[in-house]
């Protein structure tokens, strides 16, 4: 636990700027320890950056455009868009895709890796993750 939190402590104090995620990359996994809020704000900023005419919901037709500027070649993390994101994120079938649904996934592979439950996964915790996800 203290080491978590010394971990956490150093993370906190690096440079907001230089570890941002780009919106279309993900948050990588293993590299460094990360915040259940962090998960949070990423995916916001991202579904932002989708839902073009601020309706709340992401259509087909802004998910299309979205990857269509984007470059998919980037390295998988959670949050990462790829080309089933919207079918893999539209739960309940309805043709678009809620904020809730965009958060789901992510946080659900968040509390996979967040093995303690203290809302930071370490580097540790991620990489226990990764082997029980298979990556
Ligand atoms: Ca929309
Ligand atoms: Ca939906």
């Known amino acids: 636990m203290k080491r978590i939190m010394f971990a956490w402590i150093l993370a906190?104090?690096?440079p907001a700027v230089a570890a941002q995620p780009t919106a279309d990359s993900g948050i990588v996994l293993g590299e460094?320890?990360?915040?259940?809020?962090?998960?949070?704000?990423?995916?916001?900023?991202?579904?932002?950056?989708?839902?073009?005419?601020r309706d709340r919901y992401v259509s087909p037709a802004e998910f299309e455009a979205f990857i269509a500027r984007e470059d998919l070649n980037v390295p998988d993390g959670?949050?990462?868009?790829g080309r089933r994101w919207f079918e893999k994120s539209d739960v309940d079938g309805d043709g678009r895709v809620s904020i809730e649904e965009a958060l789901s996934r992510p946080l659900q592979m968040f509390?996979?890796?967040d093995l303690d439950g203290d809302g930071v996964a370490s580097?540790?915790?991620?990489?226990?993750a990764q082997m029980l996800l298979g990556k």
């Open 78 to 81: 959670i949050g990462h868009i």
């Open 12 to 14: 906190s104090s690096a």
């Open 111 to 113: 509390d996979i890796a």
């Open 123 to 128: 580097v540790e915790e991620q990489s226990m």
């Open 32 to 53: 460094r320890p990360i915040a259940r809020a962090e998960v949070i704000a990423f995916i916001r900023t991202q579904f932002a950056a989708m839902d073009v005419d």
